[in-house]
């Protein structure tokens, strides 16, 4: 897959063999020119050791480089943890000639466990050495755990006479329930916006797709999601009061929205991509909060993966979640299919079993029948095959 990459930005990828060898599992984002940055982290109270120093230099809203390993979370490390990524970026400071502030670390992979420094710190030449050798790809699967194939994405943006580009990195496929999963996305682009436009853009970006996603209902230690934009395109500068911030907003969540249904479709043994639509609700917060209790069942989603139109329940999430639900309003449909009218059964069970045979993706719509407000959640199905990967996830 062959992509139009922002000006100025470089790639490098080597293996460390930070979990096992075999694989590249240790990458680099350059930037030839300072660029301004915003970033959304995990609200998990228990942060991994570069999220916490991350979260520190992002007050700056300047960046050059990110440094990203898989296999390893670096997250109940302790002060050993802030050393260690303290040292790598020291030593990559003094390789790449940076400010050892505008680099950025980030770490995905197995809570507990120290990294193994003196691997990674033999590989940090290479790495140097290796910039501009790397695609976007080989960045994509070097930050991969359990993924199954590499998340990856490009778009273009004519801001004034100048073309401008964004792309994104992203992995993730088990502990999905950002609340900002284990989740991972580094954007880059070479347009000239300023910090608030940026970090206000990031926000919204992030509430539309990564913050509307579900696998498990877990939220990671080290949720991260970073944005650099270095401004070489050479486009007059976006603001908030630019004609073209519009424009800018709707390329950035084309991109995160993408990447975020990467993600469910990955999602660790489903099969199904389901998007919860809850709607007739008599504000915003009860919508959300119906729709993420189904999207989060277990029970929902093991019913969806056995192929079992069991809107029992679903009725059961919905009543439970802390929504205003009056029972005898409720419909529910799959797709077009109506499964409950009036809070029972439409008669429709067996058509229902067997359209979720012959679905890979589905919209479950929830009408509460109660008012005008709507919310949707994207996830996924939940399989034995979840179980395997996670009972096996440290062997």
């Not at 930070?18 to 301004?36: E, H, M, T």
């Not at 997250?75 to 790598?88: F, L, N, P, Q, S």
Request: charged letters at 25%; a positive charge.
């Amino acid at each position: 897959m062959s992509l139009k990459i922002p000006r100025g930005f470089k790639f490098s990828a080597v293996e460390a063999a930070i979990k096992r060898p075999g694989r590249k599992d240790l990458a680099l984002i350059y930037s030839d020119v300072d660029a301004n940055a915003s970033a959304v982290f995990t609200k998990n109270l228990i942060k991994a050791a570069p999220v916490k120093l991350s979260m520190k230099r992002i007050t700056s809203q300047k960046a050059r480089v990110i440094i990203v390993n898989s296999g390893n979370a670096n997250a109940c490390t302790g002060k050993k943890g802030i050393d260690d990524v303290v040292e790598i970026i020291k030593l990559l400071s003094k390789g790449l000639g940076i400010d050892e502030r505008l680099i950025y670390p980030a770490s995905t992979g197995v809570i507990g466990t120290p990294l193994p420094m003196e691997r990674i710190k033999s590989t940090l030449p290479d790495l140097i050495s290796g910039i501009g050798k790397a695609t976007l790809e080989d960045v994509a699967r070097a930050i991969m755990t359990t993924d199954t194939f590499p998340k990856y994405i490009s778009t273009e943006l004519k801001v004034g006479d100048e073309v401008g580009t964004i792309s994104a990195v992203a992995k993730g496929a088990g502990m999905i329930n950002p609340s900002m999963a284990t989740m991972l996305c580094f954007i880059i682009t070479d347009l000239s916006i300023d910090k608030s436009a940026l970090s206000k853009a990031l926000k919204e970006a992030v509430d539309l797709s990564f913050n509307r996603i579900t696998i498990d209902g877990e939220t990671s230690t080290n949720d991260m999601v970073m944005i650099m934009a270095n401004s070489l395109a050479g486009n007059d500068t976006i603001s908030l009061k630019s004609k073209s911030y519009r424009d800018f907003k709707k390329a950035l969540n084309y991109v995160t929205e993408e990447l975020a249904k990467m993600i469910v479709r990955d999602g660790e043994g489903a099969t199904k991509v389901i998007k919860v639509i809850v709607r007739g609700a008599q504000n915003k917060k009860d919508a959300e909060l119906a729709a993420r209790a189904v999207a989060n069942s277990l029970l929902v989603k093991t019913a969806l993966y056995g192929n079992d139109a069991n809107w029992g329940r679903i009725m059961s999430a919905i009543g439970a979640s802390g929504a205003r639900v009056i029972e005898e309003k409720v419909d529910i449909y799959f797709n077009h299919l109506q499964i409950v009218k009036k809070g029972m059964s439409a008669g429709n069970d067996s058509t229902a079993n067997e359209l979720l045979k012959s679905s890979k993706e589905l919209n479950l719509i929830i009408d509460l029948a109660s008012g005008k407000e709507e919310f949707s959640v994207l996830t996924c199905d939940i399989s034995e095959d979840y179980v395997r990967i996670n009972a096996e996830y440290r062997t």
